[in-house]
């Protein structure tokens, strides 16, 4: 007997929009084309504003076909569905000439175009590691950028949140020419966020800059800031106490051993900014600058730190020692740090018990990274302080530096060490530790 009915329907017909919304969420741009042809249902989907509210574009330097034409859909489906875009991230990838640069440009100077015409959602925005200093940046190519960008920020400025240009490598007044832009249409930015590493070209003295600090004091609300320690005055600290400390939550700090460092910042501007903005936290990040005079000048006590991260970046130097620091400088900061990242190159000293000590006196230390020349002796005392109670690590991340080609017996060391411990690295700990030939 033949069935009259209607044909069953998959059970994907009943998947509520929100499911299959979820569903398309993790579908790449050309399988969601695909999704959209099945039916007028998946089509609608395919067209819903929270699909599209995140998007990323590389440009690819070397580019394949597969490349290509990846790129050519997200810059496609940018400008289709860009009244939705709330989170825009642009990638360089590889850039390797002046003809690529400049077809960079051009693309950038419509997409910023037509997004400024129909986008009033976008919030947050990221362009990083443009290294605008380089020479495949041609001074015509470079100004037009730069003109098309800060034109695109003005017309944002009101409803930006977020802004990442890490890497931009810019000159003073550039650089001052694109953050002024966040404010230019009410002379005040609010946005919360501003990521300027790098962001000023090397061996740029920007604490000393006047129209620097003219254009910081146009921010108001910013919870977090990353910028080099080149940028730091007690003008800046002023500034931020006087506009942002009701909101200032934390200030990312580089200092690259390439950048000015030597200026003369007080404790006292630090103080002030600590006690008018009770919730900032302060994370330093250290690249080649070890010296024991020059860091004593940057971390004063008066810092609320939070994180402290110190690179030698394999780079051995006689001249300086890491004894002093970790028994005079960090241990300031017992009340408050808790992530520590060392990566030295200390073939000279070994520092077994003075890291064990600041460890043990870091009340609040969660995060332990350690790359340097280490006894295997110091994990087993560390582990077993820990299991004592002693100190509060959860992350515990050791590259145990030997000068020895064959590190058979520090392996077994360790493995015996991880055996003893296993209760608890298994059941509290993030833990990986491994030995590293160095010769």
Not at 151 to 162: V, W
């Amino acid at each position: 007997m033949e069935d009259d009915g209607e044909p069953e329907q998959s059970s994907w017909a009943y998947l509520p929009d929100v499911c299959l919304s979820h569903v398309f969420h993790w579908l790449d741009d050309r399988d969601r084309s695909r999704a959209a042809l099945v039916c007028k249902k998946w089509s609608c989907t395919m067209h819903s504003g929270s699909l599209w509210r995140c998007r990323t574009i590389t440009f690819y330097g070397e580019p394949s076909r597969a490349r290509t034409l990846e790129f050519q859909s997200a810059l496609w489906y940018t400008k289709k569905f860009g009244k939705y875009l709330k989170h825009l991230e642009i990638k360089l990838s590889n850039p390797y000439n002046t003809p690529f640069i400049k077809k960079f440009q051009v693309i950038m100077r419509g997409l910023l175009s037509h997004l400024g015409k129909c986008n009033s959602h976008l919030e947050s925005l990221s362009i990083k590691y443009l290294e605008l200093d380089c020479l495949i940046w041609k001074n015509v190519v470079r100004a037009q950028f730069i003109k098309n960008l800060a034109a695109f920020l003005k017309r944002m400025s009101n409803q930006l949140d977020y802004l990442n240009l890490k890497g931009a490598r810019i000159t003073l007044e550039e650089g001052c020419e694109l953050l002024n832009s966040l404010s230019s249409l009410t002379n005040r930015s609010f946005i919360s966020e501003i990521n300027i590493e790098d962001f000023f070209s090397l061996h740029l003295s920007v604490y000393s800059s006047a129209l620097f600090h003219q254009t910081m004091s146009k921010f108001h609300r910013l919870t977090i800031l990353t910028f080099n320690y080149n940028c730091i005055s007690d003008e800046l600290l002023d500034i931020l106490r006087e506009h942002s400390s009701h909101s200032l939550c934390t200030l990312n700090i580089k200092c690259h051993i390439h950048d000015p460092h030597g200026q003369v910042v007080s404790g006292m501007s630090w103080a002030n900014l600590a006690k008018r903005a009770p919730k900032l936290n302060v994370n330093f990040f250290f690249e080649r600058v070890m010296k024991h005079d020059h860091l004593a000048r940057i971390l004063l006590v008066e810092i609320p730190v939070r994180s402290i991260s110190l690179r030698s970046c394999y780079f051995s130097d006689p001249d300086w020692t890491m004894r002093p620091t970790l028994t005079n400088l960090l241990p300031a900061y017992w009340h408050g740090l808790q992530k520590l990242t060392l990566e030295l190159n200390n073939d000279h000293e070994l520092l077994d018990n003075e890291l064990l000590q600041l460890v043990l006196l870091c009340k609040r230390l969660l995060f332990l990274k350690v790359w340097a020349f280490l006894s295997v002796s110091f994990m087993e005392r560390l582990l077993q302080n820990r299991a004592e109670r002693k100190c509060i690590l959860t992350t515990i991340k050791v590259r145990i530096y030997t000068a020895q080609d064959d590190s058979t017996e520090e392996e077994r060391l360790l493995a015996d060490i991880y055996r003893k411990f296993k209760y608890l690295i298994d059941s509290e700990l993030n833990y990986f530790v491994i030995t590293y030939p160095m010769v």
